[in-house]
């Protein structure tokens, strides 16, 4: 115990001078991810804050008839105590929160939830007041080590590099319109207006599409689009019907059927460029074919290690969430669910993936908003509790990294790339996903594989990021300048 006359170090002096309040605390727990305080603060606590609060105004206070700070300190407490009120109210819910929830090891995921205004500071007796919070629940880490797993593989052949490259290629073919009907592997431009009944939704105007069998939208899809629009010609109308998702952010349409009306504005086919030397110079100072062949292979390649990593996550989230019963509330799904969308569209960026098949995911994801996000959460939950464990975090060079792979696709600078990640909050949905990579190396490299042959995802899918109900959202991660076209495969001091 310290004498008087001891000097007191920094951390024992701010404990001195804040002592512990002296709390009731009551928890309910509603649900896995819930919990309902009531925080009692007793007599003593709220007047020892007043007592703070009137040390910290009387030397500066402003009465009249008195020169700044010379009133008299009862006189100050009398004239200033109903304006003090809020500040000590303020300052006791804050430090109130804080120690029931440390007290209580809440694993907090939200900012509680109370109403300020209506917490009443008494002239008698105890403060009492209640607040909402949601935490991280309750589980046993389920046994991660030793785990039978499955790793896909897969050598590109020179054919499904062609068909890769001609991809590529078309960003920077030339659209010609032509006068017959539409066949495969044209494109057509569209006027799309949706109606519920009579009552017009939303319209598409002038968006020009590749022909495949389905169109997607951030909350419907027109299913059988190719065979709706072959043989279609300029001034054509088709009729279609789409089902509105059950989580659409229009409440009053989810689950309805709507319908669309496609009008063709024209019918264009796609003729690619010649690899000539000044054409291949351009978009990326490559020396011939091959040299550009070799570049689509490694970005190829690239993606394959995505989908290793994401067949290998799948089948270790599905052991580790297999018990994983506990109930999370929808509110919360729907808060978090545009997070988790941050966190996969940030991911594909990073890995090369074009535009075009990000907004497919997007309108995916959106379109299976609670059920993906219900997955993602428990499979962030049993990671996170397993980087604790093993003391796994993100530091510097992990985000440098990440930054400069968004920042390659997006053929803009690290710097801007991280600007825009700070001011749109997304910084810590890199760190989760840098985090949970993490921990999903540590677990692959304590289980067992079995190589078995990569399937690839048919493309069969076009994507407008248009709500047919008439939510329209915004674009939520920087986008690549030029949807992942050849000069996007050369680093900056490869291009020189």
Known sequence: MATPDTELAPEEASEQEKPKLALEVKVDKPGACQRHVTVTVSREDIERYFKEAFDDLSPKAEVPGFRPGRAPRKLVESRFREQMSNQVKGSLLMDSVTQASEDC???????????????????????????????????????????????????????????????????????????????????VTLNITFKDGDEELSRVEKHTVEIKPTL????????????????????????????ISEEAENEALRGKEVSADIEITDVRHLNLPEMTPAFLDRIGGFEDEEELRDAVRGELERQLVYHQQRKIRQQITAVLTKNANWELPPDMLRRQGRRELERAVLELRSSGFSEDVIRQHQNQLRQNSLASTERALKEHFILERIAEAHEIDAEPPDYDAEILLI??????????????????????????????????????????????????????????????????????????????????????????
């Open 216 to 243: 997607s939208f951030s909350d419907g899809n027109i299913e059988g689009f190719d065979k709706l629009i072959i043989g279609a010609s300029l001034g054509d109308h088709r009729e279609a019907t789409i089902a």
């Open 407 to 496: 920042a390659r696709q997006s053929q803009d600078s690290p710097r801007r790339i991280r600007a825009r990640l700070e001011k749109r909050g997304q910084m810590d949905a890199l760190r989760n996903q840098i985090i949970e990579r993490k921990v999903i190396d540590l677990i692959t490299a304590e289980a067992e594989f079995t190589e078995t042959p990569f399937e690839a995802e048919k493309d069969e899918t076009v994507a407008i990021d248009h709500a047919i109900s008439g939510f329209e959202h915004q674009d939520e991660i920087p986008e690549a300048k030029y949807g992942g076209d050849a000069e996007e495969l050369r680093t900056p001091s490869e291009r020189g």
């Open 105 to 187: 090891d809440f694993s907090a995921i939200s900012e509680p939830i109370f109403d300020f205004e209506a917490i009443e500071l008494p002239d008698d007796g105890p403060m009492t007041f209640e607040f909402d919070i949601e935490v991280r629940p309750e589980f046993d880490v389920p046994e991660w080590k030793g785990l039978q797993l499955e790793r896909q593989d897969h050598e590109y052949s020179d054919d499904e590099v062609s068909k890769h490259l001609a991809g590529l290629l078309a960003r920077h073919g030339h659209m010609a319109s032509k006068n017959g009907p539409a066949a495969a592997s044209d494109h």
